[in-house]
């Protein structure tokens, strides 16, 4: 049974630094594309980053050069560190598990629609 968790969400002001991270299990990690999305109330869920199965990565321009995206595999584990963070980046965060195909490129997999397996969500608030 796969099973992805997130774990770190919280409330941070203006300018704060939140770190989120992963479990997944049940599932060969490396071979696996993973990402990070978040979803705002009445909006659709967005890429935020992402590492490929070759360890590419690619961020939206939204959080480029605030977020980065980092994993574990030998604990199974993904990371997000947020710094600087900004009140739209208030929403629910997702960690989910692809296995599309490697030519797909790093940008390309930012598309939620890759992937199969999801977290339940952590919620992120940053207030001004």
């Known amino acids: 049974q796969i099973e992805v968790v997130e774990f770190g969400g919280g409330s941070a002001q203006e300018g704060g630094s939140i770190r989120l991270s992963c479990r997944v299990s049940g599932l060969n990690f490396g071979t696996y594309a993973m990402g990070w999305f978040r979803q705002a109330p009445g909006k659709e869920r967005e890429g935020v980053a992402i590492?490929?199965?070759?360890?590419?990565?690619a961020s939206s321009d939204s959080v480029k050069g605030r977020f980065t995206i980092s994993q574990d595999v030998a604990k199974n584990m993904m990371f997000l560190q947020m710094n600087n963070l900004k009140p739209e980046g208030t929403a629910q965060y997702y960690c989910?598990?692809?296995?599309?195909?490697?030519?797909?490129?790093?940008?390309?997999?930012?598309?939620?629609?890759?992937?199969?397996?999801w977290g339940q969500g952590t919620q992120v608030n940053v207030s001004s």
């Open positions: 590492i490929s199965r070759n360890g590419a990565t």
């Open positions: 989910a598990a692809s296995s599309s195909s490697s030519l797909i490129p790093a940008y390309g997999l930012l598309d939620f629609h890759y992937y199969s397996y």
